[in-house]
């Protein structure tokens, strides 16, 4: 994907993020997870204030990012931080509803969604979204599911000092966001793809040279043809599909491919 177009996704995302914060969450006082949550507690519990506490605590993950994730991550990251912050100075914090429970949930879709496309386009909003991409490279699990367990950690501890109702809230919220940043970042879903081509030497050199995946190669035979052809298996993302459907094509246009969602993977499969 082309660089510009890239930032210019990030650039737009980044202030959706700002407007569910200032529109949806902010005004009924629903609260954040993650490091500016954690910054929130102890700028309670310390003379020191918030702010340097964000900064503070940001610092080891923005460098494990840098280490784990690479320099366009991190610089990723850090414009989409910067102009989240810029767009919630002008962004008005007037709530379109007095109904806390709905502004929740809608400014749970709307940030998740946001986040869900930046995340896509190889960056993030800071914070536990690092650690969390960081884990994933390790476990496959939902991107979604861990960063709600790493936040309810925090607003179950920022409901020490908080209303529990706001706690609650929060969670939902959080809740919310988790699960649509799943259905947009969708790494962790693993597909079996099987290919039956004619143009098996073609095809296999052509997915070799694209995909980091082994691919076994079958020998086969049309049962009311006779012609013999390849059969090709390979395990891929959901990502690489997008990879791999235009090869095919183009290649073949005429084999027969089958995409099914797989439930494990073991054994030596490439997880980054």
């Known amino acids: 994907m082309n660089n510009v177009y890239r930032i210019l996704i990030i650039f737009v995302a980044s202030i959706v993020v700002g407007f569910a914060f200032n529109v ?7 609260l954040t997870g993650g ?10 519990l310390t003379p020191v204030n918030t702010g340097y506490w964000i900064f503070l605590l940001n610092i ?7 280490m784990k994730l690479g320099k366009m991550f991190i610089g990723n990251s850090i414009f989409s931080v910067f102009i989240t912050s810029v767009s919630m100075l002008y962004i008005p914090v007037v709530p379109v509803t007095n109904d806390a429970l709905l502004s929740s949930v809608f400014g749970g879709v709307i940030a998740g969604a946001a986040i ?7 960056g993030s909003t800071g914070g536990f979204d690092v650690v969390s991409l960081v884990l994933i490279k390790r476990w496959d699990v939902p991107l979604g599911a861990l960063i ?9 501890i920022s409901g020490f000092f908080f209303a529990w109702e706001l706690a609650m809230y929060t969670m939902a919220s959080i809740y919310i966001t988790g699960l649509v940043i799943d259905r947009i970042h969708t790494r962790h879903i693993k597909l079996n793809l099987m290919v039956v081509t004619t143009r098996g030497d073609e095809l296999k050199k052509n997915l070799i040279a694209n995909l980091y995946r082994g691919i076994t190669v079958m020998d086969g ?6 012609t013999g052809v390849k059969v090709m298996y390979t395990v891929i993302s959901r990502y690489e599909l997008a990879i791999v459907r235009p090869l095919i094509k183009e290649v073949d ?20």
């Open 148 to 156: 709600f367990a790493l936040n309810s950690g925090v607003v179950f």
């Open 60 to 66: 080891p993950i923005l460098i494990l990012g840098w």
């Open 24 to 30: 949806f969450l902010l005004p009924h006082e629903v």
């Open 221 to 226: 035979e049309g049962a009311y043809s006779g």
């Open 35 to 44: 490091v500016t949550g954690l910054a929130m507690v102890f700028g309670l």
């Open 116 to 122: 869900g496309v930046i995340i896509r386009n190889y």
């Open 253 to 272: 246009p005429n084999a027969f491919v089958s995409v099914s969602e797989t439930v494990e993977v073991m054994g030596n499969f490439r997880r980054d």
